[in-house]
């Protein structure tokens, strides 16, 4: 990675990492945010390698634990505050909260149906195929959501159609507190995916370097080749579940994935790589910029209003829709209601 490259990555990295600290910092005793929040400590990485290789018109379509994605599309962390808060300037009007966060300006959305996001991919990315764009999707799940059927019918039409996707998996070996070995019969996802002849690059290794040019050669394969790929991400959440209380304390059920984690801290490595390419000092200026962002995106969600009730049911009620709808089909009347009943007989 060139300098620039690791110093930018450095600035994102930090402000996800830190604004997942803050947030947790300030969810108890506040009890002011109004939703649950899942929160991607420990999974910082992809998201900001991502970040370098995506559009403003690309879509992303990301599973629940969101944070780290909304702000590798460069949305703005004030309207993500101001949503916890449920606040009318939030991202979603207050409307939506951390499990549905989305940024439609930067088409950036993401959804708490198990999965759901993946097949969605395949409506933008048809779309972007049909309309010869030269942009592409990137869709993300966790291992919990390769149990979900509709990944497999998702994964068969990308292939079949060809269509312009990076599937992500980031594969903590949990869903919720099940570990994937009592989960599934096989938790081989290469072999899976394989079977759709979709290419498939897994990414093991910790270091931010090898992080980064591994996602650099999915994206360049899906924009050059205009077909999908999938990666997956061997990774380790260092929060609980969902909420800010650590249910590892009060469940005790990944005590040794923990402790082999600790030994493959990829923020470590780049803070490493940074100090070897700048000055303690710098490195000290990027985080107090983001502390800051933080601090002012709190204090300015508070100040702002709540969303009127009738506003929130004009904004869940519109009545416009997408310049690419040119008219819409005529409802047919042929119905044949007059077709004989099948009568159910006893074998």
């Not at 947790?24 to 945010?33: A, G, L, N, R, T």
């Not at 497999?152 to 060809?162: G, H, I, M, V, W």
């Not at 933080?294 to 310049?323: G, H, P, Q, R, W």
Request: one cysteine or more; charged letters at 30%.
């Amino acid at each position: 990675m060139k300098k620039n490259q690791l110093i930018e990555l450095y600035k994102l990295f930090h402000l996800i990492k830190f604004s997942q600290e803050y947030i947790i910092k300030k969810y108890h005793p506040e009890d002011e945010m109004r939703c649950p929040i899942h929160f991607c400590l420990g999974q910082e990485a992809l998201a900001s390698s991502a970040s370098f290789f995506l559009k403003k018109k690309d879509f992303v379509l990301s599973h629940h634990r969101s944070h780290g994605y909304y702000l590798a599309k460069n949305c703005p962390i004030n309207d993500m505050i101001a949503e916890f808060y449920g606040k009318k300037s939030g991202s979603n009007a207050g409307l939506a909260g951390s499990q549905e966060l989305s940024y439609s300006k930067n088409n950036f959305f993401s959804g708490t149906i198990l999965s759901g996001m993946f097949s969605i991919a395949l409506g933008t990315a048809f779309a972007q195929k049909k309309q010869n764009s030269k942009n592409i999707t990137a869709a993300i799940i966790g291992d919990g959501g390769m149990e979900e059927g509709i990944v497999y019918e998702t994964l068969n039409l990308a292939s079949l159609y060809k269509l312009p996707i990076v599937f992500i998996c980031e594969n903590n070996n949990y869903s919720v507190h099940t570990n994937i070995k009592t989960r599934t019969k096989t938790s081989n996802f290469k072999n899976k995916v394989k079977s759709f002849d979709i290419d498939y690059i897994k990414i093991s290794d910790h270091k931010i370097d090898k992080i980064f040019n591994k996602v650099n050669q999915a994206f360049s394969i899906v924009r050059k080749k205009r077909k999908p790929v999938f990666i997956e991400f061997d990774t380790m959440r260092t929060c609980s579940h969902v909420g800010p209380e650590s249910d590892d304390k009060e469940y005790n059920y990944r005590n040794r994935d923990l402790l082999l984690w600790k030994k493959k801290n990829t923020y470590k490595d780049l803070l490493l790589k940074m100090l070897k390419v700048t000055s303690p000092e710098i490195i000290k200026k990027i985080e107090k910029v983001n502390e800051k962002k933080l601090i002012t995106a709190f204090s300015m969600a508070k100040k702002e209003k709540f969303l009127d009730f009738e506003n929130s049911v004009k904004l869940n009620f519109i009545n416009s829709y997408s310049k690419i709808i040119k008219k819409f089909s005529e409802p047919k009347l042929d119905f044949q209601e007059g077709q004989k009943e099948t009568k159910l007989n006893p074998y």
